[in-house]
């Protein structure tokens, strides 16, 4: 799936999902950036979208989902 986001007034995409992860975890894409894909209706800021992919922490994730900091044992196990 490819997204787009609005950078200074411009519209940048489409970035593939992997890529779209990538500049979110880089600090690009912001959890206010407004993004769109496929399927949305409009544009809408990022935390509203993808809330999954502004982890504040450095815990391991799966699938781009972050693994909660109390859950992280489990995942070694």
């Known amino acids: 799936m490819n997204w787009f986001y609005a950078e ?3 519209q940048k995409g489409p970035v593939p999902e992997f890529e779209f992860a990538s500049l979110i ?5 912001k959890a206010s950036t407004p993004v769109w894909r496929e399927g949305m209706p409009d544009w809408q800021p990022l935390s ?12 391991p994730s799966i699938g781009g989902f972050a693994v909660p900091e109390h859950q992280k044992d489990l995942l070694v196990q």
């Open 8 to 10: 200074n007034g411009q």
């Open 25 to 29: 975890k880089g600090g690009n894409i």
């Open 48 to 59: 509203q979208v993808r809330p999954d992919l502004l982890a504040t922490t450095n815990a």
